[in-house]
Every structure is written in C-alpha cells, then in structure tokens.
C-alpha cells in the first residue's frame, strides 16, 4: 500500500527550508529596524535636591586629617535633606511637553528621599536626568548616599562620564567652555522666573526648620530648571513649538500638585486671566 502524505520531496524540503529562512530574516531585520530606529519622544527628569551639611563627621575629618580647610565643607558631608522632581515627555511632534510625575519630599530622612528618586528613575530607565549643577553636587551626593546604605543606583547614575548620555547638567551644556554661571544669573538673562529667595538663603530655612520654605525654593528650582531644559531642547531641535507654551505646562502642572505654593500661584494668575 502506497503512504499518501504531504511530505515534501527532498528537493521541495530544501526549496521551503530557504522560504522559511527568507521569511525569519526579513521578519528579523525589520525587529532590529524597529528597535534601532530613534524614537521621537524623549522622557527627561528634572530634579533638584536641598542639603544640610553633617558637621559632626566633618569635623572628625578635620581632627583626623589635621585639614586646614577653612570650614569649606565639601559634598561629601552634604546631607539631602529635600527633593523634588518632575517628568517631561518631549516630541517634535508636540509644540508642549507634557509635565507627569510631580513630587516634592522635605524633612524625611535622606534614605527616603534617595529611595523614593531612585524608584521613579528604575521605573523609566529611558528617561535622562536633568539637573543644574547636578554633576558638581546633586549626582555625587546622590551616590554617595546609595553607597553609605547600600542602595542600587538606578541604571542613569551609574555611568561615572560627567557628560554621560543618561543624565544632563544645564549648567555645562549651555557654557561649554565659558564661565560657570549660576541658575538664577542664567534665568535673568533669558527671562525666566526663578527663586522665591535668594540662593544663600535657604541654607538659613533648612538649618532653622523653615520646611515649607524650603519645599516653596526646591519646588521652585525643578520648575526653573524645567523650563531652561525645554529651551535648550527646542533649540537642540529636539522639541518645537514656543517657550512660551513649555513654561504654561509646568507651571500647570506644578501648581495643581502644589495648590497652597504662593509662588507658583503668582506665576500661574496671568496665565489663568489669559483663558
């Protein structure tokens, strides 16, 4: 009795083979064009952190070492004791970012504060940090406290570059070579609103208690350094629209997450008069 099957012929087995191969590969070409093709959108966090500086173990230092320092207390006996930060998603397509992820943490122990910053970077891996300054302080505080307790840093701190790609400190990016500016000297020039209180100060409000204070200037900083990083991202070419429209974003979205902030109130009332 004579098998009636399907099966192939050897030759016909061989012709199918190459078929199915033909087939994989270009359904594997256009999966690694896919994932290779540059997104459109960018995720960003901006963030920015207050300090209180650990006189105790700088002064065993200074016993220790014998340090003429002059009591310049460098960062790593600068203890975070605010945080705040915000998420931006950013497209050409888009003429405003759209403004998510909106905290502020004051006078919580500094393992909460990292803890709860770390978390949000972990949950948006793609996103990059923004910070002013950050390279100089925030960032190597931040790991200082992950390697005091333990902590895993979140994969954007983990590149030691100063000018890695998952992270991004303003204060470089627009200088290049030219003086280190300060973010208010830098948001006067280009008319931007920034600090409630004059930068010197609020090292007075974190030593003397004053958290709503504190919260009002670290709060205050993350939406100045917001709207500075959609400027430069506009003219990078990786946003369109007007700088106006990315500062309406923030300051909506800050002053609904922080309703009783006077200072973000004051921004907002000629936005709110203007609809």
Known sequence: MTDQTSDLLPVEQQADLRQNTHTLGEEAALFLADRSATSPWHRIIVCDFEFLYDMDAFKRYQVAENDATQGFVRWPFHRIVAGAWCMLTISPDMDRPVVTNV????????????????ALCSAFQDARIISWGGEAKDFLCLKRAAMERGMILPPQLRDPAPFARTRLDLSSAVRSLGHYV??????????VASKPMPSKDISLAVRHGAWDHVETQVVADVCTIAQVAWRYFLATGAASGAPDAGDDAVLAALAERFPNDAWLARLAKPLQLAA
Do not use: K, M, R
Request: net charge negative.
């Open 182 to 191: 300060h973010l208010p000297e830098f948001c006067e020039a280009i008319g």
């Open 103 to 118: 905290e502020a943490i004051t006078n919580q122990p500094e393992e909460d504060i990292v803890g709860a910053f770390f």
